[in-house]
């Protein structure tokens, strides 16, 4: 009697495991679909350090490597890293240094360079791309540094040189839906 419950005990958890991890032997059809769709949820998400409510544009491909603003932008940041007031003001134009000036007055600050340097990750590299010139204006995207994104900065053309001038209309439009709430 004690062997026939063992062996139909032992015939029945066989059974619950072969029930219980068996499948179909066809591949499932969806499979590709179902992964593919993943993939596409995957890079269409909204970062976690994106502000609520904030459109972020997908990542536009590769142009140019910035040939005339390129230069503009490592002089910047190596002025920076220098901490190089004349480095710095060489690059800037003369309406973002005025503002820059003016913001570094009011938290007694001397040193321009030194200053700009505390809101920028000046450590880490930074990449150029998709320089657009139209006239004495120009936007080049600019990743590295405290932008984690490719993020499209405004240029200008002063004197016959390419100064930066601290402008961009995405990091505009994102304090502007910071102030207003929406």
């Known amino acids: 009697m004690r062997s026939e419950i063992l062996t139909l005990l032992f015939a029945l958890t066989l059974s619950v495991l072969a029930v219980a991890c068996g499948g179909s032997s066809s591949p499932n059809a969806n499979v590709a679909n179902a992964n593919k769709a993943a993939v596409n949820a995957e890079t269409t998400s909204t970062p976690a350090n994106v502000p609520e409510g904030t459109i972020v544009k997908p990542t536009a491909e590769t142009t140019n490597n910035a040939p005339t603003i390129g230069p503009v932008v490592q002089a910047f940041y190596e002025a920076l890293r220098k901490k190089d007031d004349a480095g710095v003001r060489a690059v800037m134009t003369a309406d973002f240094i005025k503002r820059s000036e003016a913001d570094m007055r009011s938290e007694n600050e001397t040193s321009l360079a030194a200053f700009m340097a505390k809101y920028d990750i000046i450590d880490k590299p930074v990449e150029v791309r998709n320089e657009k010139i139209q ?3 120009a936007v080049a995207e ?8 490719w993020t499209p900065f405004e240029f200008a053309n002063e004197g016959g040189k390419w100064k930066y001038t601290g402008g961009s209309a995405d990091l505009d439009a994102v ?8």
Do not use: C, H, P
């Not at 600019?142 to 994104?149: N, P, S």
């Not at 304090?175 to 929406?182: A, D, L, M």
């Open 175 to 182: 304090k502007n839906q910071s102030t207003t709430g929406k």
């Open 142 to 149: 600019i990743k590295g540094g405290a932008y984690l994104r």
């Open 135 to 137: 006239g004495n204006r």
